[in-house]
């Protein structure tokens, strides 16, 4: 999987791209596939934001299913964690409908001659 992250009007925190590839690899288990991940970060530069001067914006691109998700908080970090679960609903969704619930048991099972 693939991983970008932009920035517009912002500066990351230092260790904000090793939180991000860790919570975005872990997203692997599921075993949905997924091509490209892009995460965009904003920040408003707008004083009376303060709350929600920062937004964050997970989206997938590729062959498996089309993710979104967006947060606003008062730092990248706090938005990313809002938009990851966000992110990792839905894949929890996807996986649990791609699971096989047809189960045999000997009772169903037919008879081998």
Do not use: C, W
Not at 30 to 37: A, G, L
Not at 46 to 52: E, Y
């Amino acid at each position: 999987m693939e991983i970008n992250i932009h920035t517009r009007h912002a500066s990351l925190a230092e260790d904000f791209r090793a939180i991000t590839t860790e919570k975005l690899q872990s997203m692997e288990r599921f075993s949905v596939q997924i091509d490209r991940i892009d995460v965009e970060i904003t920040h408003e530069q707008n004083p009376s934001q303060g709350k929600h001067s920062h937004k964050v914006v997970i989206a997938s691109h590729g062959s498996g299913p089309s993710l979104r998700a967006e947060a606003t908080e008062f730092n990248d970090v706090a938005a990313f964690d809002v938009a990851i679960k966000s992110v990792e609903l839905q894949i929890r969704k996807i996986h649990e409908k791609n699971k096989d619930y047809k189960r045999e048991t000997i009772r169903t099972m037919p008879l081998a001659d």
